[in-house]
């Protein structure tokens, strides 16, 4: 009866066919939902999934975005889904209860959904008929909070392009420039990239050229037949040759050719380390690899060359840091911080040498504070760095040549341990571009010829 009334209450308004949006991942065509009367959330789109449950067996999900279109805030928000075969059905084959989630599926705690704002959500189901669902209906409740969040605004040289969770920003040469909206776990073929169209003066979605090279024959002479492997893999290509490199799903570290051929072993003792990202240098197609578990861990590192070829010791003989390294043009040094050296602070470290030496003193972030990012070409050496300064995200440029370190700007980050944040300098230097993700995630770019001369 409770699910006869429930279709008896739909709004007759209230059916929609699942469309993609420009900026929104591709739904599923097949299944339409509606919204109960009493639901005070929008959604703006909904994607059936299957994902493997904690127990190994695939679960079907519904995956989408909630919008609030009241003028108050909205916490307590509640979720849930019926499924049915057919639209019309009185009884349904799946139920689920939801919540809002990150891009990559975390639930925040004590979440509140601000004015005219859109957050991802997930609804697991459960199955009772094995049947094809067709039609969704969506009870989508939030109750009014006190809460309001208003954000600072930015100053003159920052602005922001994106408040979706962007992970990835290239410069690519002769082509311009590209974001990637994403979990930063899956591999850069799931996630929505995003290219600056010269004519319109805006980002505008695309297909990563990348994603050609990464074919069903591809993944089959990388070994990476499963899509749970795959989605494991953090698989990248190099920009200069377009090798590949990749992990297996017992975390042996790989790289190959551009087809996927011709694997070779970089790092095979891995198994007790989680990889979180890769970083490319500028020369040689040098990359580092870098690993942590949990947020407040230390984190280890390698680096070599796609070709397989090594630079630095393996991620047991390096010096550890608190946060993630950034490394040199070569790949030969690495800016870390660590109190292992002498005093806590910010160091420069031979990857393979014991070489090192103090930049700074400095209280450092954790390991969810961007990497520096480290410029040597054309005369230049100067590293970009962000840290928070009395509780402040803050970029300053600490130039290697002069040992001088500059104060630049404060940053828009808003981090909590659940969070990562990115940063990437165009090939001229004019901007920096600063990503995070999360429920605080977005992109913004950083106009460096407005700041202080990294003197």
Not at 145 to 167: F, G, Y
Request: charged share 20%.
């Amino acid at each position: 009866m409770r699910r006869l009334l429930l279709i008896l209450l739909l709004i007759p308004i209230g059916i929609l066919t699942v469309s993609a949006q420009e900026e929104t991942p591709v739904p599923t065509p097949e299944v339409t939902y509606s919204l109960t009367p009493d639901s005070t959330l929008d959604i703006l789109w909904i994607r059936m999934e299957n994902r493997l449950n904690p127990y190994g067996e695939p679960q079907p999900i519904i995956r989408g975005e909630i919008y609030n279109p009241t003028e108050t805030s909205l916490s307590d928000i509640e979720l849930y889904a019926y499924g049915y075969a057919n639209e019309g059905d009185e009884e349904s084959v799946a139920e689920g209860f939801g919540y809002p989630v990150t891009i990559c599926g975390f639930v925040p705690f004590d979440f509140t959904i601000q004015p005219m704002t859109k957050q991802y959500f997930d609804i697991p189901l459960e199955i009772y008929e094995e049947a094809p669902i067709s039609h969704l209906i969506i009870q989508a409740v939030g109750y009014e909070s006190d809460t309001i969040a208003e954000a600072a605004p930015l100053p003159d040289h920052i602005t922001q392009m994106s408040d979706d969770e962007v992970v990835s920003v290239e410069f690519p040469r002769n082509e311009p420039t590209r974001y990637a909206v994403g979990c930063e776990k899956q591999p850069f073929t799931t996630w929505n990239w995003f290219g600056y169209n010269a004519e319109s003066q805006a980002f505008e979605p695309m297909v990563h050229p990348g994603v050609e090279q990464i074919t069903a024959q591809t993944r089959e002479q990388m070994r990476l037949r499963d899509d749970a492997e795959f989605n494991h893999s953090f698989v990248s290509i190099a920009p200069i040759s377009r090798r590949l490199v990749f992990q297996t799903g017992v975390n042996h570290f790989y790289t190959a050719q551009p087809d996927g051929s011709n694997r070779r072993y970089v790092h095979q003792d891995l198994s007790r380390f989680s990889l979180q990202g890769i970083i490319w240098t500028s020369d040689n197609d040098a990359f580092l690899a870098y690993y942590f578990g949990a947020f407040g861990e230390k984190v280890r590192y390698f680096t070599a060359r796609a070709n397989s070829e090594w630079i630095s010791r393996s991620v047991y003989g390096g010096t550890v840091s608190f946060t993630v390294p950034g490394p040199n043009a070569q790949g030969t040094e690495v800016i870390i911080t660590t109190d292992e050296l002498g005093p806590v602070g910010y160091y420069v470290k031979h990857t393979f040498l014991t070489a090192n030496y103090l930049l700074f003193e400095a209280d450092p972030p954790g390991n969810n504070y961007p990497a520096p990012v480290w410029i040597q070409r054309q005369g230049i050496d100067r590293a970009y760095i962000a840290r928070p300064i009395d509780g402040v995200p803050t970029l300053q440029c600490y130039n290697l040549r002069t040992e001088t370190l500059t104060t630049l700007t404060a940053l828009p980050l808003n981090l909590t341990e659940n969070d990562r944040a990115w940063m990437w300098v165009s090939p001229d230097l004019s901007i920096l571009m600063l990503s995070q993700n999360g429920i605080a995630g977005g992109l913004w770019q950083v106009d460096l010829t407005a700041l202080p001369e990294c003197e």
